[in-house]
């Protein structure tokens, strides 16, 4: 099986500027970076050749390089603050659907 080159494992999208009024291609692991283009496809491109560019400098200069999406593990928690009338509301919607108050914001979440 051949293996993709380390900048094909990044997670790239391309949407649409209307400010700019072009396709914008970017990469969730090096969100600074941008490529607009008359095309999805010509984005896509573009914002894959910006990557493999700033990845190789990286490496030359000795920085690390961002870890693709793709490659992490996620605990499936994390702490999330409101403010104290939202808890109370959200605590109440828990109780009065017999579910739990994680359960609740788990759901609200992945809608």
């Given at each position: 099986?051949?293996?993709?080159?380390?900048?094909?494992?990044?997670?790239?999208?391309?949407?649409?500027?209307?400010?700019?009024?072009?396709?914008?291609?970017?990469?969730?692991?090096?969100?600074?970076?941008?490529?607009?283009a008359s095309t999805p496809e010509k984005a896509l491109r573009g914002i894959r050749r910006v990557?493999?560019?700033?990845?190789?400098?990286?490496?030359?200069?000795?920085?690390?390089?961002?870890?693709?999406?793709?490659?992490?593990?996620?605990?499936?928690?994390?702490?999330?603050?409101?403010?104290?009338?939202?808890?109370?509301?959200?605590?109440?919607?828990?109780?009065?659907?017999?579910?739990?108050?994680?359960?609740?914001?788990?759901?609200?979440?992945?809608?």
């Amino acid at each position: 099986m051949k293996r993709l080159p380390e900048i094909d494992r990044y997670t790239y999208r391309v949407t649409w500027s209307e400010e700019d009024a072009q396709c914008v291609g970017l990469c969730a692991e090096l969100p600074s970076l941008s490529w607009l283009a008359s095309t999805p496809e010509k984005a896509l491109r573009g914002i894959r050749r910006v990557v493999a560019d700033v990845v190789a400098d990286m490496k030359a200069s000795g920085e690390t390089v961002p870890e693709p999406l793709s490659r992490r593990r996620y605990s499936g928690k994390f702490m999330v603050r409101v403010p104290p009338e939202v808890h109370r509301r959200l605590a109440l919607e828990a109780a009065e659907e017999d579910v739990s108050l994680n359960r609740l914001a788990s759901a609200k979440l992945s809608s």
